[in-house]
């Protein structure tokens, strides 16, 4: 801690779970993204579909799922 700040270190960044979506799903990440980067309005289904990539890459279960829908004032 220095000035009441957390200092972020190299190694402490090596140990951060980064994770890749299968290479079959990466275009279409790339382009939902870019789709919601453009759309103006209700953007749900593109950012369900984002999120649920995400979450199999990640190995999120239902259970999990859910409780980050709630945190995040979602509702499924």
Known sequence: MKD???QVTLSGLRELPIIFPDAAEMPELAQLVANREKQAGNIADLEHRIDAIIYDTYGV???EQDAIAEW???SG
Do not use: I, M, N
Request: hydrophobic share 20%; net charge neutral; glycine share 12%.
């Open 61 to 63: 279960t239902e259970t």
């Open 4 to 6: 009441d700040f957390r």
């Open 72 to 74: 995040l004032g979602r």
